[in-house]
T-cell receptor, first 117, second 112 residues
Framework: GAVVSQHPSWVICKSGTSVKIECRSL??????MFWYRQFPKQSLMLMAT?????????EQGVEKDKFLINHASLTLSTLTVTSAHPEDSSFYIC?????????????FGQGTRLTVV | DAKTTQPTSMDCAEGRAANLPCNHS???????VYWYRQIHSQGPQYIIH???NNETNEMASLIITEDRKSSTLILPHATLRDTAVYYC?????????????FGPGTSLSVIP
């Protein structure tokens, strides 16, 4: 299957600072990527849809000014958590859609564990 | 997307077949059934998908009922490494950039 790579795998940052997470599709081009957040013992919650060359679409309740998404190329989307606070500590996961003959397939990165102290 | 219903958790003996059910009674005609799994602290992994015919790949088999209101994911010979949360999702897959929305999933524990 296609490969999606996230970087970093984990990060610890101080409260009030910003953190950038990268999501790359390594062997395919992705016009659409998704960003999820997952708290312990919970399912993945969709935060936003990232479209190459246009503004991201945020799910209800997700602050667009706090979670900045940039999808400047067909292989890279970034999520920046601005002015991070301890409640932003979570597991962040990206997904990229690959077009195939049988439809679009979603492939996921390995996730980024963010801890805000 | 149509909603799905899955059991919260299941156990399976190592080496036996694991049969994970999913109900999707409101599925639309153009929606596919997708299965993903998530091993602890990793990103989800695609397993298989289907529209109305049964499907099989190197990982699993997918059995979809004739009325398409339910399906079963079958892991033919479960191993300890198959312990994970399994998500059944319905979405319009063909020529679609539809969101992938996750429900609670089924936590499968493979027991030695």
């Amino acid at each position: 299957g296609a490969v999606v790579s996230q970087h970093p795998s984990w990060v610890i940052c101080k409260s009030g600072t910003s953190v950038k997470i990268e999501c790359r599709s390594l062997d395919f081009q992705a016009t659409t990527m998704f960003w999820y957040r997952q708290f312990p013992k919970q399912s993945l919650m969709l935060m936003a849809t990232s479209n190459e060359g246009s503004k991201a679409t945020y799910e209800q309740g997700v602050e667009k000014d706090k979670f900045l998404i940039n999808h400047a190329s067909l292989t890279l989307s970034t999520l920046t958590v601005t002015s991070a606070h301890p409640e932003d500590s979570s597991f962040y996961i990206c997904s990229a859609l690959e077009s195939r003959g049988s439809g679009t397939e979603a492939f996921f990165g390995q996730g980024t564990r963010l801890t805000v102290v | 997307d149509a909603k799905t219903t899955q059991p919260t958790s299941m156990d399976c003996a190592e080496g036996r077949a694991a049969n994970l059910p999913c109900n999707h009674s409101t599925i639309s005609g153009n929606e596919y059934v997708y299965w993903y799994r998530q091993i602890h602290s990793q990103g989800p992994q695609y397993i298989i998908h289907g529209l109305k015919n049964n499907e099989t790949n190197e990982m699993a088999s997918l059995i979809i009922t004739e009325d398409r209101k339910s399906s079963t994911l079958i892991l033919p010979h479960a191993t300890l490494r198959d312990t994970a949360v399994y998500y059944c999702i319905v979405r319009v897959g063909v020529t679609s950039y539809d969101k992938v929305i996750f429900g609670p999933g089924t936590s499968l524990s493979v027991i030695p």
